[in-house]
């Protein structure tokens, strides 16, 4: 389990540059309530404090991020939870969309209703720091041009649900059960083929001299 010792908040994140969020990968099913969620609050404001308060948590075990949500929720000992802070997630913004375009006293104004459009940039930026779809940061978006992202994974048979949690444990966050559906489902060859390249990047994430977390 999680060492209380170890959750204590901190301004520390991830400061590697413009790389991979420090946002752990969310389950398909916690996905779609983040985002119904999202859809239930009217204001940019709303969203943007909702994330920065409940989404804004990274992990460590024995000093290496961990992304993955199932070695999370077994909470393996020495998992370390830390909070992300408005300042660093505007400095990985920053980072990722270019000096100055999110500075820490802007990411509170938007949060603050003080300011209600984001700049295409910075909301491209925000949705890869929390891992979700763009669209989720304008509420002008209407509810309807955004079922696609509320489509359950359980529906699936075997081969694509088992495409789609690959894509989406490697990161391929944007990636949809309805477009995975689409890739050619005639072609069982051609599936099967990408199928053992998805297995095969999941596999070389891990590196066989480096100990992992239990279900990693």
Not at 12 to 39: F, M, N, Y
Not at 145 to 161: K, S
């Amino acid at each position: 389990m999680v060492d209380d010792a170890d959750t204590t908040a901190t301004d520390d994140s991830s400061d590697k540059g413009p790389g991979e969020s420090p946002v752990p990968l969310r389950a398909p099913a916690a996905q779609i309530q983040l985002t119904t969620t999202l859809l239930s609050l009217p204001t940019l404001a709303e969203r943007l404090s909702y994330l920065i308060d409940h989404e804004s948590f990274c992990y460590t075990w024995r000093g290496e991020p961990v992304l993955d949500p199932e070695v999370i929720a077994e909470k393996p000992r020495g998992l370390k939870q830390k909070r992300v802070y408005p300042p660093k997630i505007a400095s990985w913004v920053e980072r990722r969309a270019g000096a100055k375009s999110l500075s820490r006293a802007m990411i509170y104004s938007y949060a603050a209703g003080k300011t209600r459009n984001l700049r295409a940039p910075v909301a491209l930026a925000l949705a890869d720091f929390w891992r979700i779809d763009a669209r989720l940061l304008d509420p002008s978006v209407p509810s309807s041009q955004l079922e696609d992202l509320l489509d359950d994974p359980e529906g699936l048979n075997d081969l694509d649900r088992r495409t789609y949690e690959l894509m989406t444990r490697i990161g391929f966050t944007g990636v949809r059960p309805r477009e995975v559906q689409s890739l050619g489902q005639d072609d069982v060859v051609q599936r099967m083929a990408f199928l053992e390249v998805l297995q095969a990047i999941d596999r070389s994430r891990s590196s066989p001299d480096t100990e992992q977390p239990p279900s990693s």
